[in-house]
C-alpha cells in the first residue's frame, strides 16, 4: 500500500484548498480513509475519516462545516474540500488507510502535505 498526498500549500484565512490522496492496492474499497494532521509541537489528531463505501463520515468537532471528506473506489483516491480555513487549520495534513481484518488490519501512512493559513 502506498499513499501520496498533493494539494497542500498556503492559503490566506477565508479561503480554500483541497487535498487529495491517491493510493495503490488492488483492495482500495475495503479500506477505511482518513485525513489527519499534526501542527508542530502537538500530537496527530483526526480530522475526517471515511467508511470503505463512503456512505460514512466523520468530522473532529473543530472541522465540522467547513471541511468535507470524499473518495473514489473506482480511481482509488480520497480528497479533503477545506473550506473557511484558519490560522489554527495549519499543520502537516496525513492520508491514513486502515486495512479490515482480514487483510491484515494495518495502518498506513502518506509523507504528509502541508497546509498553512495566514491570518
Known amino acids: 500500500v502506498q499513499l501520496v498526498e498533493s494539494g497542500g500549500g498556503l492559503a490566506q484565512a477565508g479561503g480554500s484548498l483541497r487535498l487529495s490522496c491517491a493510493a495503490s492496492?488492488?483492495?482500495?474499497?475495503?479500506?477505511?480513509m482518513g485525513w489527519y494532521r499534526q501542527a508542530p509541537g502537538k500530537q496527530r489528531e483526526l480530522v475526517a475519516e471515511?467508511?470503505?463505501?463512503?456512505?460514512?463520515?466523520n468530522y473532529a468537532d473543530s472541522v465540522k462545516g467547513r471541511f468535507t471528506i470524499s473518495r473514489d473506489n473506482a480511481k482509488n483516491a480520497m480528497s479533503l474540500q477545506m473550506n473557511s480555513l484558519k490560522p489554527e487549520d495549519t499543520a502537516l495534513y496525513y492520508c491514513?488507510?486502515?486495512?479490515?481484518?482480514?487483510?491484515?488490519?494495518?495502518?498506513?501512512w502518506g509523507q504528509g502535505t502541508q497546509v498553512t493559513v495566514s491570518s
Open positions: 471515511i467508511t470503505e463505501g463512503g456512505g460514512i463520515t
Open positions: 492496492g488492488s483492495t482500495f474499497g475495503f479500506w477505511s
Open positions: 491514513n488507510a486502515r486495512t479490515p481484518r482480514w487483510l491484515g488490519a494495518a495502518d498506513y
